[in-house]
């Protein structure tokens, strides 16, 4: 079975209805108008939703959710992530990459291998990567005066910055 992933975080109500609002990771929205059925993600918490119906309002994707119909029912859903399988995704371009798709690599500086990336947390100004430094867990924004450009092929990333691991 090939994992999901994740196109986008719901943010908040919208409308009488029980809709809601969601951020694209991708910022693109097409992929969003042929949603029959996603998985919502909290936590440890995850729920698979009917998607009733779609609409984009400038561009921000809104859904109608079976089951929810008030806002005060959606407003339980807000910051939780919406996943989907891989081919209900949007497609990616040459040099693209899903944020998911980090979870794994090395993280590397030069040669030398650092750590493993265990994870990949919603940060307030960009995606922290939680990364396992053997026995000592840190994580690293994900920006580019960080990191290098993820190496797909041999699933590394690069800290341009090792001083970021400081945290004595």
């Known amino acids: 079975m090939v994992e999901p992933v994740a196109i986008g975080a719901i943010r908040r109500p919208h409308g009488v209805k029980g809709a809601v609002k969601v951020f694209s990771y991708s910022g693109e929205t097409t992929h969003f108008r042929d949603l029959r ?3 919502l993600r909290s936590e440890r918490v ?3 939703f009917n998607v009733v119906a ?4 400038n561009t921000t994707p809104v859904l109608y ?3 929810i119909e008030t806002p005060e029912m959606a407003r339980t ?3 939780w992530e919406v996943w989907v399988p891989l081919d209900q995704a949007a497609q990616l371009g040459p040099g693209e990459y899903y944020v ?8 590397v500086q ?8 265990l994870s990949v947390v919603e940060g307030y100004q960009a995606p922290l990567l939680e990364v396992d430094l053997g026995g000592r867990t840190v994580l690293v924004p994900f920006m580019e005066q960080y990191l290098g450009v993820p190496d797909q092929d041999a699933r590394t ?3 341009l910055t090792p001083w970021i691991l400081d945290t004595e």
């Open 37 to 39: 059925s996603v998985e």
């Open 100 to 107: 998911s798709d980090l979870v794994g690599m090395n993280l």
């Open 157 to 159: 990333l690069e800290l």
């Open 54 to 57: 779609v609409e984009v309002h």
């Open 46 to 48: 995850r729920r698979t």
């Open 65 to 67: 959710l079976e089951g």
């Open 77 to 79: 859903l807000a910051g």
């Open 110 to 117: 030069g040669t030398q291998s650092l750590g493993k990336i």
